[in-house]
């Protein structure tokens, strides 16, 4: 049952949400005036509905706060971020096309 | 409302949008045409395929025939890329390369397909890590830094322009450029660096982007690679607009049967919306794009 959509998290949640979280996490990072990362939105959200019930996903709009996203070396938008037990096992950059990112989602399962 | 307010505005003069401003102005809606002759894919082609034209006819031939036709229909050209889209209440509104603002009633996406990656070593390895395409997402995470843009056209030069507010350094890798004189003094006039009849060979660091070796043996110590080969496109200039693009492949933009995208009034026709790349297909949809936006911007004058 995926009851909550896609989750806005931030550096202040970002710790007992994702990183502490007892389900893997996809955490998009993305900013209102990118192109591409408008383009992809929809995508994670059809992803969401199909795999929210075993994976939290969540964005992170990197205009709210800076930390997170520098210490993990985020320098491009979109960048699609995979945790598993509070560390990263994978992540993508770009607007890459749905396969992609379905295969990528898959690895967490 | 803007005063001087056009019906139609089409992004691209190849086929698809030189064959939508023909239909659209013979419609008697009021359309310009942006961008450049010589950078259709089509200029350089040799056409023995298209129906009608039983002789070889050269692209620049036919692309040059189609211009005077749109012309004669009232079409306006103005010989400038766009670097900006914004939809607007009732209008979309399209910024140049010189910097003038245009607003028309209805907008026409048809500019083309071009290529996006350098192909040199490096390149792949450091995406996200040194390595972008896009300056407007990333300028942002620059501050400070050195940065380089490679590119011939207004993408990478107005980039470099606008990273000149964010980075501490940026150097502009070029060929040769082909832009409007006015962006070509306004970079001079710029603290941009340039490395000219140069080009990327290759990108070099460890975990991040710390060097790019240019082809005239020079190095440059950046942070960070800004890949803005071409005018913008679909991705730069219809994204943020919130048009839809095929999922599979993140590079087409969708339409239906009438060639209009899920943003009412903006209609995309050519090879922008995918396969095959072809002139008859090209023109076959900018026809319909020019059409239905004329009659979309006539009920909305009318209203
Ligand atoms: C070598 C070659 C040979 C070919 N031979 C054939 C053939 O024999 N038969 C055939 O049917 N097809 C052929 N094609 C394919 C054909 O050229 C294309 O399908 C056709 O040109 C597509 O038309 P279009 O209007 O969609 O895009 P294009 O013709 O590519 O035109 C794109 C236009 O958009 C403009 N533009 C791009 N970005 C911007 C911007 N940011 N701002 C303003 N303007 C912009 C460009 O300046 C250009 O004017 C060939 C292609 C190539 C490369």
């Known amino acids: 049952m995926a009851e909550q959509g896609v989750l806005d998290v931030t550096d202040s949640n970002f710790e007992s949400d994702i990183i502490k979280a007892d389900k893997p ?15 992809i939105a929809p995508v994670i959200k059809e992803l969401e509905e199909t795999y929210g019930d075993s994976i939290i996903f969540a964005r992170f709009n990197v205009d709210t706060g800076p930390n997170t996203p520098a210490q993990y070396g985020i320098r491009a938008i979109p960048t699609v971020i995979l945790f598993q037990n509070g560390t990263v096992v994978d992540q993508l950059v770009g607007a890459v096309p749905k396969s992609h990112l379905e295969e990528f989602v898959k690895k967490v399962l | 409302m803007p005063a001087d307010l056009y019906d139609v505005a089409i992004i691209g003069r190849g086929p698809a949008g030189l064959q939508a401003a023909i239909h659209a102005a013979g419609k008697k809606a009021k359309v310009v045409v942006f961008g450049k002759l010589e950078k259709s894919s089509l200029y350089r082609a040799h056409v023995a395929n298209f129906c009608c034209f039983e002789k070889v006819m050269t692209g620049k031939e036919l692309l040059e025939g189609g211009t005077k036709q749109a012309e004669s229909f009232g079409a306006v050209f103005i010989e400038q890329d766009i670097i900006e889209t914004k939809s ?30 350098l192909r040199v070593k490096g390149e792949k390895e450091f995406v996200g890590r ?8 990333d300028a942002n995470f620059y501050k400070g830094m050195d940065v380089a843009v490679v590119g011939n056209e207004s993408a990478a030069v107005t980039g470099a322009i606008t990273l000149l507010r964010y980075a501490k350094q940026v150097h502009l890798v070029c060929r040769k450029l082909t832009i409007t004189d006015l962006l070509y003094d306004q970079l001079n006039n710029s603290d941009v660096k340039i490395s000219r009849k140069a080009w990327v060979k290759e990108i070099i660091g460890s975990n991040e982007v710390e060097e790019v070796l240019l082809t005239t043996g020079e190095t440059l110590k950046v942070n960070g690679i800004f ?36 943003i009412p009034g903006l209609y995309a026709a050519g090879d922008i919306t995918g396969q095959p790349w072809q002139i008859a297909k090209a023109v076959g949809e900018g026809c319909v794009a020019g059409m239905e936006a004329a009659v979309y911007a006539r009920k909305l004058a009318d209203s």
């Open chain 1, 25 to 39: 996490a996809l955490v998009d990072f993305w900013a209102p005036w990118c192109g591409p990362c408008k383009a």
């Open chain 2, 88 to 117: 607007e209440t009732d209008c979309f509104t399209v910024v140049t390369e010189n910097g003038q603002t245009y607003s028309s009633r209805t907008l026409i996406l048809t500019m083309g397909i071009s290529r996006k990656k």
């Open chain 2, 227 to 262: 890949i803005e080969l071409g005018a913008k496109g679909a991705m730069e200039l219809a994204a943020n607009l919130g048009v839809v693009f095929d999922a599979e492949t993140f590079s087409f933009i969708e339409t239906n049967k009438w060639q209009e995208t899920n």
């Open chain 2, 130 to 137: 040194g390595v972008s395409y896009c300056v407007d997402c």
